[in-house]
Nanobody, 112 residues
């Protein structure tokens, strides 16, 4: 089992930036893991945001492509989500996920 802890959320004005972190512990073997970021806005279903795979390849939802960047530090191990040019519609609780394991989320609020 893996424990995932998100951090870095907060209140930011539209156009601003935040960097979220997802710290992993437990049954992590080397750098062989895939981490996904999801978000859930108030009153909406959880949606996928980004993925970083074992070799470092990344994929993004169309709504965040070009603004968000996911990266990883295998030594820690920690995965980051750099969010630039934030918009009010990015307001949500952001979660990281590995297989069946989820963190508790971190709240991002973007004011207009």
């Amino acid at each position: 089992q893996v424990q995932l802890v998100e951090s870095g959320g907060g209140l930011v004005q539209a156009g601003g930036s935040l960097r979220l972190s997802c710290a992993a512990s437990g049954s992590i073997f080397s750098n062989i893991y895939v981490i996904r970021w999801y978000r859930q806005a108030p009153g909406k279903t959880r949606e996928w945001v980004a993925t970083i795979a074992t070799g470092g390849s990344t994929n993004y939802a169309s709504s965040v492509k070009g603004r968000f960047t996911v990266s990883r530090d295998n030594a820690k191990p920690t995965v980051y989500l750099q969010m630039n040019n934030l918009k009010p519609e990015d307001t949500a609780v952001y979660y990281c996920n590995k297989d069946l394991d989820w963190g508790k989320g971190t709240l991002v609020t973007v004011s207009s």
